[in-house]
Each structure stands twice: as structure tokens, then as C-alpha cells.
């Protein structure tokens, strides 16, 4: 098993920043990619920012240049999204996404979703 611990969201105004983060644990003995989707009421849930085990990058169009997904050390299971210049668009239930393998054979696979944090941007 692996669970997610995510913190960090909120209610901020339109220009404001907020940061998400996200802490695997359990049955983990390689990571792939980490990452952060979200949801807004009525749509899809979309990937926001993902970041692959050797430290590639990836975000959605719309967040490219105020989003910045990044990990502090080496540890590898925990992952932060810096959201600067916010918009009211980019309100939406927050996820953050883990994949990897649980066994040196790398046949186990994990494929984990942590239970979402509220991001509000609105005056």
C-alpha cells in the first residue's frame, strides 16, 4: 500500500500564490514520477505539473511560467507545487499522482491518487 498526504491548499486572491505538497509513503521501493493534477466543477480532471524520477518536467499549457513543481532533496517522495499568479480559472480540487514499483523486480506497480486539497482564487 501507499498513501499520499497532501497540505497546502486554500482560499487566495487572483495574483496570489499558494504552495502544494505532497508526501508519499508505504510499500515504495522506486519512484517514477510524481505529479499534480486538478479538477475544476463541470471538467475533466487535467494534469497541472509532473515530475519523472531523474527530475523532467512537464506542465500544462495554461500553467506553464506561474508553475513550478519541484522536490527539495534526494528523499524523492515528496513533491511541491509553487503556484505564483493566480487565477480564477485555476480554482479546482487539487491531486496529487504517484507511480512507481514496490519491489526490487520492479513487477509490482503502484498507480496512487491522495484525496485532493481545495485551491479557491477569487476576490
Known amino acids: 500500500q501507499v498513501q499520499l498526504v497532501e497540505s497546502g491548499g486554500g482560499l487566495v486572491q487572483p495574483g496570489g500564490s499558494l504552495r502544494l505538497s505532497c508526501v508519499a509513503s508505504g510499500n515504495i521501493f522506486s519512484i517514477k514520477a510524481m505529479g499534480w493534477y486538478r479538477q475544476a466543477p463541470g471538467k475533466q480532471r487535467e494534469l497541472a505539473a509532473q515530475m519523472t524520477d531523474g527530475g523532467s518536467t512537464n506542465y500544462a499549457d495554461s500553467v506553464k511560467g506561474r508553475f513550478t513543481i519541484f522536490r527539495r532533496n534526494a528523499a524523492k517522495n515528496t513533491i511541491y507545487l509553487q503556484m505564483n499568479s493566480l487565477k480564477p480559472e485555476d480554482t479546482a480540487v487539487y491531486y496529487c499522482?504517484?507511480?512507481?514499483?514496490?519491489?526490487?523486480?520492479?513487477?509490482?506497480?503502484?498507480?496512487?491518487w491522495g484525496q485532493g486539497t481545495q485551491v479557491t482564487v477569487s476576490s
Open positions: 499522482n504517484v507511480l512507481g514499483y514496490s519491489d526490487a523486480d520492479y513487477i509490482r506497480t503502484f498507480d496512487t
